[in-house]
């Protein structure tokens, strides 16, 4: 039996080196990194077959993030990006994580590796089992996990107490027969990253709009007068929202960003794409831009529509517009009451914006009817994240803006199908209706009661109700709040099972035994009984699209998460009457009982073979609202106040340019000018001047909630151009003082952008 300490975190300094923060984004550089990532972790073939094949027509689905394509003309180069190379040179990587590293490493000495040098061991190989009091991870057959799995999952006093997390890089097929499973099996807790990423966005755009999904084309992006970016950094997290960004601003677009810091991407951008453009130094993307205090969103949303219904007033019929309010929205007068309640000039100071620069935004929203507002984490993990949603759609609704060319809502998801897999059923609260289809489709008997979101499984397993807990992808102790208590909740499980591509941490946190499932990737050939399948995946937009992998896997042990779902349906449910071997034996038939219990996939498998696959049905583009009132609602929402005490700062976690997500591809943050460290805290230097603190100061920081007391020691200090009172450090790190018990209300996605802290110096 092992006693050595298994390590959730990794407190070592990597040799902070800082530069000046870059102006300009993409361009040669990113040309330059995302190459000497490929050369160094690929090899040189396959790296070149997949650069011409990512984001194709016929192509595969880039692992990046859910960016839509264009529909019509995509360039010969593949739709490329830097951070998409990097992802595909992470999943591609020659490198590999064999039987015979596990029988070298006990779980205590690899929880010693830095997250980077974890992820940089290459891809699993073949199925692994951590036996009760084992040190070692060690081989176990296909057949015998399965068996595993089945017999601890039939043991349980009911289905609720085991729980399947699911990451955003499920394909539709894999996703649709895994809630499939968990329903025959029978429970609905099905928590996902959604949960943690762009939950207050459904919730919020469910209740106004009645689609919990945004309302533009990539084309609508094209033909805007005016685009809003709010909480987004699209320069590392969706670089080719950039090509369409340059579009918009050629065509005569103006651009707002609103965000805590001026992120590199958003101020100057060259298309990699365009070696004359990149020649000549790229385009200029923002033209106001607007520095918000971390959660000053409300305010600042609230401020721009006082000064829209005042300059109404003044020219009455020439700023909103009347028809539209009038024939298809409801609220309004209450909405139109509360927000002359507001005071203007508490707005503009609870924003952190100046008055003149809100007031040439309010004035370019006032001279525009095509609008577009586009956000992302920073708005949606908030305490208020679907407030901040709600007063996005108001002052969408105010000026008509939505469900016409060139308007609307654009919510940037984050996983490459994270939408998908909600739309196959991915979702711990699913509608009545979608389970009546399941139930009429399968011969099942569906479970009605919502299962647990991610905060509440982990408070599950924390309380011994959670014994069963399964994970289709992702990472789920590094990406969770509150690292600690998450940790202490997965060790309270009889098993852990982790399908994964790639060793994190979450294998080593496990549970009295746990199951490693190495599956193929999106860039690897997936080869099932009646020969080479393809899968399919949403992107942000909705369209619907074919990805098919071309690389030999990096072993021949893998399996596809859809045949590793139907082997553990086949052994865990004896009694089914559902095929499952032949469902994942040719995934059209998959695809099948999608179009029979999905709305918006009639002849799925024909359309999704055409070139650019297919739009789904969208009620807000076209102007039906699927709401309660049958109409676009309008809603009233306080703005929310973070009173700090001396020395309390608010902290946001951010993504670094080179992560995705938990993985690191590198430890640069090059837009930032923060190289070869990931321990570090963003901070104003008139906040650092009052603390009397210097650059690189070793500090170690804390944050109390509810009584509680959290930690995590050892971060260096960078000045940054941050509001005063607001500091940022990088996720996961930082994750360990985010608490449990902090999340958004209604959508209870944890408060990851808003974490009240102090800090204090270690010498
Ligand atoms: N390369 C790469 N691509 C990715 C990912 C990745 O890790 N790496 N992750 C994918 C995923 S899952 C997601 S969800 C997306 C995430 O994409 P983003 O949401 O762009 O990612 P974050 O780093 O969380 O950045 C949030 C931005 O919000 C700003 N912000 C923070 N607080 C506030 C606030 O109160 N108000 C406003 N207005 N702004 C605020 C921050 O300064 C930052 O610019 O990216 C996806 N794409
Ligand atoms: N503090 C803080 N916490 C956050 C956030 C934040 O901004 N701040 N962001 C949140 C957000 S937006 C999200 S989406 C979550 C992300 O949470 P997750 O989705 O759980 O985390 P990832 O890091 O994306 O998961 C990476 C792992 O997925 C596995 N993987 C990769 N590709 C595949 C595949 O094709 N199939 C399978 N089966 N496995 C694969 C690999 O093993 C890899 O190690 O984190 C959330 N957590
Ligand atoms: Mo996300």
Redesign the pocket.
């Known amino acids: 039996m092992s006693t050595k300490k298994i390590e959730i975190e990794n407190f070592d300094f990597t040799g902070l080196i800082l530069k000046e923060p870059k102006e300009k984004a993409v361009g040669l550089p990113a040309i330059i990194s995302s190459v000497k990532q490929a050369a160094k972790y690929m090899d040189p073939i396959d790296a070149f077959k997949l650069s011409l094949k990512i984001n194709q027509k016929g192509g595969f689905d880039c ?1 990046g993030c859910a960016w839509p394509d264009p529909d019509d003309d995509r360039s010969a180069l593949g739709e490329y990006c830097e951070n998409g190379m990097k992802a595909i040179a992470e ?1 591609a990587t020659k490198m590999s994580v064999t039987k015979a590293f596990f029988a070298e490493h006990s779980l205590a000495d690899i929880s010693k590796f830095s997250d980077f040098k974890m ?1 940089k061991l290459g891809r ?1 190989t073949e199925p692994m089992v951590l036996r009760e009091r084992a040190a070692h991870y060690e081989p176990i057959s296909w057949e015998d996990a399965f068996n595993l799995i089945a017999k601890e999952l039939n043991a349980l006093d009911s289905p609720d107490e085991a729980i399947f ?1 699911t ?4 394909s539709n097929e894999a996703a649709y027969l895994y809630q499939l499973f968990i329903r025959t099996y029978g429970t609905n807790n099905l928590p996902d ?2 949960n ?3 939950e207050s966005s459904g919730v919020a755009l469910s209740h106004t709009l009645g689609i919990g999904k945004g309302s533009v084309t990539l084309n609508d992006l094209h033909e805007a007068e005016v685009i809003m970016i709010m909480g987004q950094n699209p320069g590392t997290n969706h670089p080719r929202m950039l090509a369409a960004l340059e579009k918009c601003k050629h065509n005569g677009g103006k651009i707002i960003t609103v965000n805590p810091l001026p992120e590199a991407g958003l101020l100057n951008f060259t298309d990699p794409q365009s070696p004359v453009r990149m020649i000549q130094g790229g385009t200029s993307l923002t033209d106001i831009f607007a520095p918000v205090k971390v959660n000053g969103d409300v305010a600042f949303l609230k401020a721009i529509m006082l000064l829209l219904v005042a300059m109404e007033d003044a020219n009455p019929g020439q700023v909103l517009d009347w028809n539209f309010i009038k024939e298809h929205t409801d609220g309004f007068e209450d909405f139109l009451a509360e927000l002359k309640n507001e005071d203007i000039a508490r707005c503009i100071t609870e924003s952190g914006v100046d008055r003149e620069t809100i007031t040439k935004v309010a004035q370019l929203m006032a001279d525009n009817e095509k609008i577009i507002i586009c956000w992302a ?1 920073g708005l949606t ?1 908030q305490k208020n994240g679907v407030a901040n949603i709600q007063e996005v759609v108001n002052l969408l609704l105010m000026k008509g803006a939505i469900g016409k060319p060139g308007a609307g809502t654009c919510p940037v998801r ?2 490459s199908n ?1 939408q998908g897999d909600r739309t196959m059923g991915i979702w711990e609260a699913p509608q009545d209706a979608f389970l009546d289809k399941l139930e009429e489709v399968h011969g099942i008997r569906a479970p009605r009661d919502h299962g647990y979101h991610v905060v509440s499984a982990i408070e599950a397993m924390k309380a011994g109700k959670g014994k069963v807990f399964f ?6 102790l ?4 509150d690292t600690h208590y998450t940790a202490e909740a997965l060790q309270n499980t009889h098993l852990t099972v ?7 941490r979450s294998h080593l946190v496990t549970g009295k035994q746990a199951l490693i499932l190495p ?4 860039t690897d050939k997936d080869a099932q009984s009646s020969g080479e399948q393809f899968v399919s995946c949403e992107n942000s937009m909705g369209v619907v699209q074919s990805s098919q992998g071309i690389l030999t896997p990096p072993s021949k042990h893998l399996k596809s ?1 859809v045949a590793i779902v139907a082997e553990m349906a086949r052994a865990t449910l004896k009694k089914s009457s559902i095929d499952w071997r032949e469902m994942a034996g040719n995934y059209d038939h998959i695809r099948e009982a999608i179009e029979a219990t999905i709305p918006g996939f009639e002849d799925y498998n024909t359309r999704v073979r055409q070139s650019g696959g297919f739009y789904l049905p969208n009620g807000a583009r076209v102007r039906e609202w699927s709401t309660a009132t049958g109409k676009a609602n309008f809603t009233t929402n306080a703005i929310p106040h973070n009173k700090l005490k001396e020395g309390e700062y608010i902290m946001m ?3 670094s340019h080179d992560q ?4 690191l591809y590198g430890l640069d943050d090059r837009y930032r000018g923060i190289y070869s460290e990931r321990r570090i805290v963003m901070m104003n230097v008139n906040d650092m001047r009052i603390r009397g603190w210097k650059e690189k100061q070793v500090v170690n920081l804390f944050s109390e909630f509810n009584g509680v007391e959290r930690e995590a020691l050892n971060f260096l200090i960078v000045p940054y151009p941050i509001p005063e009172g607001n500091v940022a450090t990088y ?2 790190e ?2 360990p003082l ?1 608490p449990i018990d902090s999340f958004a209300d209604k959508s209870f996605t ?1 408060t ?2 808003l974490v009240k802290i102090t800090i204090e110096s270690v010498s």
């Open positions: 692992p999943e992820g699993l997390y990451s955003g890089r499920t990253c959604s943690m990423c762009h984490m993990q984050g996983h994270v994970a289709m992808g992702g990472n789920f590094s990406a969770t709040p982790q399908i994964s591509t790639k060793l994190n599956c193929l990737g999106r998460e976690t951010l993504r995705y997500n938990t993985t996720f996961p930082a994750n985010v944890p990851s952008k």
